[in-house]
Every structure is written in structure tokens, then in C-alpha cells.
């Protein structure tokens, strides 16, 4: 049996990098599952290898949130919800753009916003389950040319830490935990932000800042994000998982080397 059988869940952002390996790995133990994205093909092709239901969805469309729902519940209710749909703009917070500091908190914040507000009810009514939101090592400490970008995983971060509390204060057997990765070997690194020159190489990256030396897989996220869907976390809400090859941790090295 799968760690996940009989569960049903929605996946936001699916149809590549960490969204996809989470709908490979939550599938393969069993889960039934909901993924959107904006990715039609991508979305669509992922859905038919893992048995699931692809919804085309901007998660900042409240109006789209109730057919991604029923879309769910038509499966046999909700247990899993995983908000990990993302983007990233990279660049001095002074010279950004009041569009694009509002596009990212729209879809990093109102989007899981959107998440919890659709989907703790037909959790609740479906007996419980798990809320992964997906955060960052951005969440958690500050970086130069990610200012907007931390302060919308940090918003995450807390936001989860808060629905937390409320789901333990109303015993709804619902437990809310955030995953934080790091540096992360993703399609993501391959798109242009503003200002770049060219596209960013993960394994670069985390030769330079991760203290084990390699960009982390999207399935060591999606593996983190099954303990947290199964009964193997059973005790764990508002915490934070963090993913990152030590980059949290400090440095590399002896004092005056």
C-alpha cells in the first residue's frame, strides 16, 4: 500500500520543476490528484502519466478556485493541498517596477491565500489533512537583488506558521507546515529575469553557496513534501522544512581560511 492511498489533493503550479515531482512521487503513493497550472500541454501530459485531472489555472483568479474545488471533490473530497505554484524576479528592489513587485506578491501571497480560503473547507469537511505551502531559504534569511522575492516567501512562511494555529485551534485534524529548498536543479533557472544576461546555471550557483556543493533535485523537495502528506508527519504543523544543503546553516570553512 502507498503512504498516500486514498488521499486526493491539489498540486498549483504542476506542470514542471518541483510542482511536477511532487504530482510523480504524491501518485506514485497513491494520492489522486488535481493539477493546475498555466502550462496547458506540459499540465495536461503530466496529468495523463500520473493518473491524475489537469485544470488550466491562474491561482490569483479567485474565480477559477471553486471548479478547481469541485474538480477535487468530484475525486471523493480533499486531503492534500500543496501551494506551490511561484515565480521569481531577481533585481534591486530600488529599480523594480510597482507592476512587478505586485505581479510576485500577487502569485507567491494571494495565491496560497487562495489556497487555504478554498480548500481548509472541503478539507474540513472531507475529516482533515495536510496544507504544504512552498516557501524558500529566501523566507528565511535576506538576499541582495531578492528583496521582493524574500519578502513574499517570508509572507508565506509566517502565513503558514498562523493557519497553523487557527486549524489546531479549531481541532480539524488539519495540519499547515511550509517546505523551504534552496538551490534547486529546476527549468526555472533556464528563463531570463529582468536584467540578466544570460540564464542561470543551479550547479553554478551551488558550487559557490551551498555548503555540500550541488544544486539539490526537484524529487528531494517532492520527497520532503510526501513526509509532510503522510501519517510519517502525523505530529508536525506550523514548522518549517527546510531543503537547502546546509545553505541555512552558515558556512563552509575555518575561521581565517
Same mark, same amino acid.
Given at each position: 500500500?502507498?503512504?498516500?492511498?486514498?488521499?486526493?489533493?491539489?498540486?498549483?503550479?504542476?506542470?514542471?520543476?518541483? #510542482?511536477?515531482?511532487?504530482?510523480?512521487?504524491?501518485?506514485?503513493?497513491?494520492?489522486?490528484?488535481?493539477?493546475?497550472?498555466?502550462?496547458?500541454?506540459?499540465?495536461?501530459?503530466?496529468?495523463?502519466?500520473? #493518473?491524475?485531472?489537469?485544470?488550466?489555472? =491562474?491561482?490569483?483568479?479567485?474565480?477559477?478556485?471553486?471548479?478547481?474545488?469541485?474538480?477535487? +471533490?468530484?475525486?471523493?473530497?480533499?486531503?492534500?493541498?500543496?501551494?506551490?505554484?511561484?515565480?521569481?524576479?531577481?533585481?534591486?528592489?530600488?529599480?523594480?517596477?510597482?507592476?512587478?513587485?505586485?505581479?510576485?506578491?500577487?502569485?507567491?501571497?494571494?495565491?496560497?491565500?487562495?489556497?487555504?480560503?478554498? #480548500?481548509?473547507?472541503?478539507?474540513?469537511?472531507?475529516?482533515?489533512?495536510?496544507?504544504?505551502?512552498?516557501?524558500? @531559504?529566501?523566507?528565511?534569511?535576506?538576499?541582495?537583488?531578492?528583496?521582493?522575492?524574500?519578502?513574499?516567501?517570508?509572507?508565506?512562511?509566517?502565513?503558514?506558521?498562523?493557519?497553523?494555529? +487557527?486549524?489546531?485551534?479549531?481541532?480539524?485534524?488539519?495540519? @499547515?507546515?511550509?517546505?523551504?529548498?534552496? @538551490?534547486?536543479?529546476?527549468?526555472?533557472?533556464?528563463?531570463?529575469?529582468?536584467?540578466?544576461?544570460?540564464?542561470?546555471?543551479?550547479?553554478?550557483?551551488?558550487?559557490?553557496?551551498?555548503?555540500?556543493?550541488?544544486?539539490?533535485?526537484?524529487? =528531494?523537495?517532492?520527497?520532503? @513534501?510526501?513526509?509532510?502528506?503522510?501519517?510519517?508527519?502525523?505530529?508536525?504543523? $506550523?514548522?518549517?522544512?527546510?531543503?537547502? $544543503?546546509?545553505?541555512?546553516?552558515?558556512?563552509?570553512?575555518?575561521?581565517?581560511?
Amino acid at each position: 500500500m502507498g503512504q498516500l492511498d486514498g488521499r486526493i489533493g491539489i498540486i498549483t503550479g504542476a506542470a514542471s520543476g518541483i #510542482g511536477a515531482a511532487c504530482a510523480r512521487v504524491l501518485s506514485r503513493e497513491g494520492a489522486k490528484l488535481v493539477l493546475t497550472d498555466l502550462d496547458d500541454a506540459a499540465g495536461q501530459r503530466l496529468a495523463e502519466q500520473t #493518473g491524475g485531472v489537469y485544470r488550466h489555472h =491562474d491561482v490569483t483568479d479567485e474565480a477559477g478556485w471553486p471548479a478547481v474545488i469541485a474538480a477535487a +471533490e468530484r475525486l471523493g473530497g480533499l486531503h492534500i493541498l500543496v501551494a506551490n505554484a511561484g515565480i521569481g524576479i531577481m533585481g534591486s528592489a530600488i529599480d523594480m517596477s510597482l507592476a512587478d513587485w505586485r505581479r510576485q506578491m500577487a502569485v507567491n501571497v494571494d495565491g496560497v491565500f487562495l489556497t487555504v480560503k478554498y #480548500g481548509i473547507p472541503p478539507m474540513r469537511r472531507s475529516g482533515g489533512g495536510s496544507v504544504v505551502m512552498m516557501s524558500s @531559504v529566501a523566507g528565511i534569511r535576506g538576499s541582495a537583488n531578492l528583496a521582493g522575492y524574500s519578502a513574499t516567501k517570508g509572507a508565506v512562511r509566517l502565513f503558514a506558521k498562523s493557519i497553523a494555529l +487557527e486549524c489546531a485551534g479549531a481541532r480539524d485534524n488539519i495540519r @499547515v507546515n511550509s517546505v523551504h529548498p534552496g @538551490v534547486i536543479d529546476t527549468p526555472i533557472w533556464t528563463k531570463l529575469p529582468p536584467g540578466a544576461n544570460a540564464p542561470l546555471d543551479p550547479n553554478l550557483i551551488a558550487a559557490a553557496t551551498v555548503p555540500i556543493g550541488k544544486a539539490g533535485q526537484a524529487e =528531494d523537495i517532492a520527497n520532503g @513534501v510526501l513526509f509532510l502528506c503522510s501519517d510519517a508527519s502525523g505530529h508536525m504543523t $506550523g514548522s518549517e522544512l527546510v531543503i537547502d $544543503g546546509g545553505m541555512t546553516a552558515g558556512r563552509v570553512g575555518r575561521l581565517g581560511a
